[in-house]
């Protein structure tokens, strides 16, 4: 599996835009890129994926770099119940495509 | 709330023992996939079925074994218990089981403690 790489940790202050960096350089043509989050003892909850094009949700927007190697979440306002785990995690139609290789994560603290 | 349901909340047991999770996935899932996640290896995958077969297999010991059932809900049986295996048992569902596109929806765990 191509490998995401996130920085350990971000902190943000409520109501601000909040972009969470990813890195994937080796990422092929087929991967695409998904973000999950886990919130406090909770399970991990699907926020959003994408391909090439920007992306959009109720829940965040996906930023891809014009040569996909890197992404970024963006939550507009961050609210003290996005306080999460954040993964950026890469997904293909090959012979892996059944699992989520999850990595370290970034975890995000907002502060009120 | 995802729709996915996992019993028991909690476990505590001691070594040697053996304990069975059940996962009821989300109604219409076919593929049922069981992650653990530990302190010190974060969120591993275990295995996965679909429809009632085994599809694939990931980091999962011998001792452990699981089965999804005609009605798609799934055990996960886990045998022998060492302190190691100590950790929380995620189990995820989706529709069909593959592609780059499909989304997971994971239940809330059950949290495993071994004495």
């Known amino acids: 599996d191509a490998k995401t790489t996130q920085p350990n940790s971000m902190e943000s202050n409520e109501e601000e835009p909040v972009h969470l960096p990813c890195n994937h350089s080796t990422i092929s043509g087929t991967d695409y890129i998904h973000w999950y989050r886990q919130l406090p003892s909770q399970g991990p909850e699907y926020v959003i994926h994408g391909l090439t094009s920007n992306v959009n949700n109720r829940m965040a927007s996906l930023a891809i770099a014009e040569d996909r190697k890197s992404s970024t979440l963006i939550l507009h306002r961050a609210t003290l119940r996005d306080a999460a785990v954040y993964y950026c995690i890469l997904k293909n139609s090959g012979g892996s495509n059944y699992k989520l290789t999850f990595g370290k994560g970034t975890l995000l603290t907002v502060n009120p | 709330d995802s729709g996915v349901t996992q019993t028991p909340k909690h476990l505590i047991t001691a070594t040697g023992q053996r304990v069975t999770l059940r996962c009821s996935p989300r109604?219409?899932?076919?593929?049922v996939y069981w992650y653990q996640q530990s302190l010190d290896q974060g969120l591993q995958f275990l295995i996965q079925y679909y429809n009632g077969e085994e599809r694939a297999k990931g980091n999962i010991l011998e001792r452990f074994s699981a089965q999804q059932f005609p009605d798609l809900h799934s055990e996960l049986n886990l045998s022998s218990l060492e302190l190691g295996d100590s950790a929380l048992y995620f189990c995820a569902s989706s529709v069909v089981g593959g592609g780059a596109v499909e989304t997971q929806y994971f239940g809330p765990g059950t949290r495993l403690l071994v004495l």
């Open positions: 109604s219409g899932d076919l593929s």
